[in-house]
T-cell receptor
Framework: DTGVSQDPRHKITKRGQNVTFRCDPI?????LYWYRQTLGQGPEFLTY????????KSRLLSDRFSAERPKGSFSTLEIQRTEQGDSAMYLC???????????????????FGQGTRLTVV | SQELEQSPQSLIVQEGKNLTINCTSS?????LYWYKQKYGEGLIFLMM?????EEKSHEKITAKLDEKKQQSSLHITASQPSHAGIYLC????????????FGSGTQLTVLP
């Protein structure tokens, strides 16, 4: 399977615990995104990497959240001291860096993984 | 209010009927993307529209972009139960070319 892969698919954790999710993008894609989706809503942007550089972070990404992409390949998203409000689906997407200018491929046709559903109890 | 508004929020149609889902932006669109999502799963890319007036089709699904109205529509012809799911529009708003802003989705149910 050459799609975007996320692990685990489901995670149940107690409030206050730390959790880490992993995303393996499509191999030739150098852009990687993390989004969060709550029930009944569309995904909300969290952060974005180009290769190993984290270029943008949303205000949604509090200091309890940290994301890394150490070698420009897979990425991890860690949430420390989880809260019930962190319960959501965490989606990873990857795109090639193709095209120039606005809307011509900078985001390209982003391919999403199956997501990690986090439940904080 | 959301930057991308989708309508309707939910839709129930009889198999074989046509339907349209709309996505309207409050800001300039720099690319409009349509995705489908099954409950609890990831997003499946359907189509990307970049230019005003652009129209794309895949099987029985057609999407159009009206750049002047900052609006896109997704039309399904002769719906089938396999079309059921959540349809999401995403857009590069503001031209950052770095992230997508999504609407809240339209839940489609197709009755056999």
């Amino acid at each position: 399977d050459t799609g975007v892969s996320q692990d685990p698919r489901h995670k149940i954790t107690k409030r206050g615990q730390n959790v880490t999710f992993r995303c393996d993008p499509i191999s030739e894609h150098n852009r990687l995104y993390w989004y969060r989706q709550t029930l009944g809503q569309g995904p909300e942007f969290l952060t974005y990497f180009q290769n190993e550089a984290q270029l943008e972070k949303s205000r949604l990404l509090s200091d309890r959240f940290s994301a890394e992409r150490p070698k420009g390949s897979f990425s991890t998203l860690e949430i420390q001291r989880t809260e019930q409000g962190d319960s959501a689906m965490y989606l990873c997407a990857s795109t090639p860096a193709s095209g120039t200018g606005r809307g011509t491929g900078g985001v390209s046709s982003a391919f999403f993984g199956q997501g990690t559903r986090l439940t904080v109890v | 209010s959301q930057e991308l508004e989708q309508s309707p929020q939910s839709l129930i149609v009889q198999e074989g009927k046509n339907l349209t889902i709309n996505c309207t932006s409050s800001k300039t669109l720099y690319g409009l993307y349509w995705y489908k999502q099954k409950y609890g799963e990831g997003l499946i890319f359907l189509m990307m529209l970049q230019k005003g007036g652009e129209e794309k089709s895949h099987e029985k699904i057609t999407a159009k972009l009206d750049e002047k109205k900052q609006q896109s529509s997704l039309h399904i012809t002769a719906s089938q139960p396999s079309h059921a799911g959540i349809y999401l529009c995403g857009a590069d708003i503001g031209g950052s070319a770095r992230q997508l802003t999504f609407g809240s989705g339209t839940q489609l149910t197709v009755l056999p």
